[in-house]
């Protein structure tokens, strides 16, 4: 359903980005790191609130004429980022929220094999599949 | 399944092995025994002469390998071949039952001397056993004995996890790189919890191992290394074990029951209560490989209390090994268990085991503080002796030598633990005149001590380690309690 998943560390590098291949990859690195600075706007925004109030999930961060970009940030300041073809309109809001959380989760796992320092760029064969098995479906 | 051809083979490739050279720590002995029964895939890879793996790993009998070359390739997956000679070490042992395999595959193991003693066990496992029909991936008994060995120098407790920080520094020093380390532990932590129990750890160990010897690291968690199949397949290693081996013969057969229930997690905690069954069994087949071999490397130590109760709870066959090898090194094995770091304490109480490792860790620590020997003994036993007797025994098996020492005097079934443990210690130079004594007495002794653990007391007094055997001793009768009120006694006879 994605074509494009990006996980941005804190410092707003990137972790893991992983495009459909069929697509110029550049442009939806362009798209995501554009996409940082409305996560940013948006995190401010809702930072008035104490941190725990504010909602993980960020929604539609901007739509483009292609494609929608939709954002997920975690308490620890990584972001989620997915670009998702906006001709796929049969794609709800419920179903992105299930896409991030299961990114989470995967992502929390990641972050549980000692072997992985923070920070790094995550190389699980896991958290691979499990967004390969998104994105597959889009196309 | 090994014991009785293990016996006899394990001592003819003992002797070749030892000759050349056994580094490998305790594999070589009992990996041998306990190989057969699983001739896993790993063994496949060191003997090509011998005809490994063919037969299915579970049973051990069937061990006997096909035509090594046929399921050589197969196994191999046709691809890695794994360096056989080095690795080989196990499985030469425990080919030596099966047709042919005895011999090429001792020279073998010797090899491994060179490797550290626990990567390079690792590298044994992975030989040994390359199961025919299950790859690689298949666990031996040895090399659970082995895993369960190491998790618990790590960890006392095995149905504890071991948190991802100890896991991690301890598998770095298998000199793997680190985003394999990852990608192995992302295989083997199922429940990705950042913990590993004592089955994930298994299976982490054995990939590390597998990896080593040259095996690329598979997809996905293979279906023998899943903890659900580890659990049901060892059911409780020895962490109890060690202390019951000589009276858990019986319970094996009902554990074993047990332990395909549970899922990893029951299981491990089974494990631990399983200790009498498994422990006898496999302490005996310890012992007998300890004696006979003498292994050099100091992990035998650790390793025996571990093998025994993996390999017991597996089958009774590891009695009948003992039985195959001499009287007295069945005894011997016997008594090795408890030497060794006992897995813990409080579960060795609830059964007879006759050595209350704790006990014997015990008094080696309050020994050397010199009076304090009688009342430490009676209190804690358990969980103390067993941390202690871990740290003893991987950093330095100090403990060991201790015991041996008490336990000539004993003659009874201590000193046969004594004899045990010195022939673990013989790697470690100390023991030399343990062993010798422990092995005269052992045999007839045994059942001497068990009826009257008072009669020591007069050893005892110089030796204040010797109350801790002592204890241990008198312990069998009833396990935890009886093990406790033993060593009371043990400080008033002193």
């Known amino acids: 359903m994605a074509v494009c998943i990006a996980v941005i560390a804190k410092e707003n590098y990137p972790l893991y980005i992983r495009s459909t291949p069929t697509e110029n990859e550049l442009k939806f690195h362009y798209m995501v790191h554009t996409s940082l600075d409305v996560v940013d706007e948006k995190i401010s925004a809702m930072g008035k609130a104490l941190v725990d109030q504010r909602e993980l999930y960020l929604g539609l961060l901007y739509p483009t004429e292609d494609y929608k970009v939709y954002g997920y940030v975690t308490n620890s300041k990584v972001k989620f980022v997915m670009v998702v073809d906006s001709s796929n309109t049969a794609l709800r809001d419920n179903e992105i929220r299930s896409m991030f959380r299961k990114l989470h989760n995967s992502y929390t796992d990641v972050m549980c094999n000692p072997f992985y320092n923070p920070g790094d760029r995550i190389q699980s064969r896991a958290f691979d599949n499990m967004v390969m098995s998104m994105m597959i479906q889009v196309c | ?494």
Request: aromatic content about 6%; overall charge neutral.
């Open chain 2, 1 to 494: 399944m090994m014991s009785k051809n293990d016996g006899e083979i394990r001592f003819g490739n003992l002797a070749e092995l030892h000759g050349t050279k056994v580094q490998i720590p305790y594999l070589t002995t009992e990996k041998n025994s306990f190989k057969r029964m699983d001739d896993e895939d790993k063994q496949e890879t060191q003997s090509p002469t011998m005809s490994p793996l063919a037969s299915p790993p579970s049973s051990p009998p069937h061990y006997q390998r096909v035509p090594l070359s046929h399921g050589y390739s197969k196994l191999r997956s046709g691809t890695e071949q794994m360096h056989p000679a080095p690795y080989e070490a196990r499985q030469p042992l425990v080919q030596p039952e099966g047709p042919s395999s005895g011999g090429p595959g001792a020279k073998p193991l010797r090899h491994q001397a060179s490797l550290i003693r626990s990567f390079s066990v690792e590298r044994e496992l992975q030989d040994n056993n390359s199961n025919y029909l299950d790859e690689p991936w298949r666990i031996t008994e040895e090399q659970r004995e082995y895993y369960v060995n190491q998790f618990r120098s790590l960890q006392p407790d095995p149905s504890s996890f071991i948190s991802g920080s100890v896991a991690k520094n301890f598998f770095t020093k298998s000199k793997l790189s680190i985003p394999e380390l990852s990608y192995i532990w992302e295989l083997s932590d199922a429940d990705c919890d950042g913990a590993l129990t004592l089955p994930e750890f298994c299976a982490a160990f054995h990939l590390i191992v597998a990896r080593k010897n040259g095996y690329p690291l598979p997809e996905g968690l293979p279906p023998t290394l899943q903890p659900e199949y580890l659990q049901a397949a060892f059911p409780k290693p020895k962490w109890e074990c060690a202390l019951f081996d000589s009276y858990s013969g019986s319970m094996p057969a009902n554990q074993q029951p047990r332990d395909l229930n549970r899922m990893e997690k029951t299981s491990v905690k089974d494990m631990a209560d399983f200790p009498v069954p498994t422990q006898d069994v496999t302490g005996d087949d310890k012992q007998a490989l300890k004696s006979t071999v003498n292994e050099v490397l100091p992990k035998d130590v650790s390793e025996d209390p571990a093998t025994p109760k993996d390999s017991n709870s597996l089958k009774a066959r590891p009695r009948s090994r003992s039985y195959s090898s001499t009287s007295i090194e069945e005894a011997m094995k016997r008594g090795e268990d408890p030497p060794t770091p006992p897995p813990r304490p409080q579960k060795t109480h609830s059964r007879a085991s006759s050595l209350d490792l704790n006990k014997v860790f015990q008094p080696s620590v309050p020994a050397t503080k010199s009076g304090l020997l009688p009342p430490p003994p009676a209190l804690p036993p358990r969980p103390c002796p067993s941390q202690i007797s871990y740290h003893s025994v991987n950093s330095e098996l100090s403990t060991q030598p201790k015991l041996p020492a008490q336990l000539p005097n004993y003659g009874d079934f201590r000193l046969q633990e004594q004899s045990e443990q010195a022939s673990e210690a013989a790697l470690l130079p100390q023991l030399n005149r343990a062993p010798s004594q422990a092995a005269e007495s052992s045999p007839a002794k045994k059942d001497i001590p068990y009826s009257q653990p008072p009669s020591k007391p007069i050893r005892r007094k110089f030796r204040p380690e010797n109350q801790a055997t002592e204890n241990q001793e008198p312990s069998t009768t009833v396990g935890g309690p009886a093990s406790v009120a033993t060593v009371k006694p043990h400080p008033t006879v002193q």
